[in-house]
Each structure stands twice: as C-alpha cells, then as structure tokens.
C-alpha cells in the first residue's frame, strides 16, 4: 500500500518533467501558438509573472498540448494498453486542428507519454497512478500560483535559449 502511494508522487513528477521539457522543446513560452495565450501571458505577467512563462500557461489553458497530450495519453493506456495511447494522441491531433493549432507538442506528448506510461506500467506502476500523478502535475502549474508558476517556467525558458 505504502510503494503503492509513493507512485502517484513519483508519476506527478515523472509527468511534470515530461510535459514541460516538450513544450519548452516545441518553443511554447516563444509566443502564444493559439487566440488567447498571449492574453492569459499578458494578464499573468501584469500580475508580476513571467512573460514566457505566462504564455506557456496560457498555451495549455488554450490548446490541447504536451500536459493535455500526457492526461489523455495516461487515460489512453489505463483504458487499453498502447494502442489506447496512440488513439488519444489522435484525438489531441484532432483537438489541436479545432482550435487552429499546429498540435505538435500535444500530439508528441501524448505519444511519449504513451510509451513513458506504459514502460512504468512494466515495473509496477499503474496507468491510473499517472492520471493520478497528471493532474497533480497540472495544478502546480495551473493552480497554485501563475506569477510563481510562471517565473519558474519562465527560468526553464531562458536555460534552453
């Protein structure tokens, strides 16, 4: 019960660093890839946030992307193994082209979370410890403090430049 316990945290932080490290790879805190990040940048940025990192926030509030692709990836593989993956990788492609973006960050996340998820099933971790994990990834982005968030993720940012 206990080792059962420690995965949650183990898979927020496995899904953290995996979502963040791809949208920052695909260039997400550049500029707002979809109508509204640049708002929600703005906004969070007026409040004494980061810039980069407020577009990045507002990136995922606005678009299915690399956090979105990670959730439905660990939905995917918690309903039918790999190919449950794949199918939610599709469906975050789709959901990218609804809201006129290009989708690559959400549509590689889901397909690394996919595999990610599925190895950690392999050595003991369930798929619902990653939705578990997920959700608790989003809201130390979301939910807890934009201008902290944002700072973060803006200093993550400026490492990759």
Known sequence: ?????LHIPAAAIIS???FVA???FFK???AGGVVGA???????????GDISGGTMMGNIV??????????????GVYLAGIPG???????VYIGNRICYDPGYAGTTGAVLATFVIYGFTQVGFAA?????????????IQGLSHTHASRLLGRLWRIRE
């Open 1 to 5: 019960m206990l080792s059962e316990l």
């Open 16 to 18: 953290w660093i995996l």
């Open 22 to 24: 791809v949208d920052i």
């Open 28 to 30: 997400l805190p550049e």
């Open 38 to 48: 640049t708002a929600i940048a703005r906004d969070i940025e007026a409040g004494g």
């Open 62 to 75: 606005c678009s299915p992307d690399a956090s979105a692709g990670t959730l439905l990836a660990a939905c």
């Open 85 to 91: 993956g794949l199918a939610a990788a599709v469906m």
């Open 128 to 140: 619902s410890d990653f939705i578990a994990g997920m959700v608790i990834a989003i809201l130390t």
